[in-house]
């Protein structure tokens, strides 16, 4: 029987970190403005869920037709919808043709933010240990002098 290591030490947790201004950013701004321009801007923002894990590239493994079919597929989005983010998105230059089966989403390094499994562990139990030592000062405020 195979044995299996516990794999937790290993365990990266990533997230994307919109500023407060993403919406107000020029190419952002015209993005929605153009016909069906909100559905671009989630394809947009699930493109960069989506490279997260790989520092802001995506790649085209041949799978689909084109690099447009394979990330429609990826983020369940029609293919068309796809193309005509991407075609923005190359257009304005938020993306970047690396190879010819890479492309790298430039804006991504300012918004990855990541931890390890054991950091984020650590914090909640730093977290865990600082209420369980407010427990006295929380508990002292029960006695209430009584009329």
């Not at 671009?40 to 894990?53: E, G, P, Q, R, W």
């Amino acid at each position: 029987m195979a044995e299996f290591k516990n794999d937790t030490k290993a365990k990266r947790y990533y997230w994307l970190q919109l500023k407060t201004d993403f919406f107000d950013q020029k190419e952002i701004k015209l993005l929605r403005k153009i016909a069906g321009g909100d559905t671009y801007t989630v394809i947009y923002l699930k493109m960069l869920l989506a490279s997260l894990k790989d520092e802001g590239k995506l790649y085209f493994e041949s799978i689909g037709d084109d690099f447009a079919e394979e990330i429609s597929l990826l983020i369940d989005e029609e293919p068309e919808n796809v193309a005509m983010t991407l075609n923005f998105l190359e257009t304005k230059q938020l993306i970047e043709v690396v190879e010819n089966d890479e492309y790298y989403l430039n804006r991504i390094p300012e918004m990855l933010g990541s931890e390890s499994y054991s950091a984020e562990r650590v914090r909640r139990h730093r977290e865990k240990k600082k209420l369980q030592g407010n427990a006295s000062e929380l508990q002292s405020n029960i006695d209430v002098t009584k009329r």
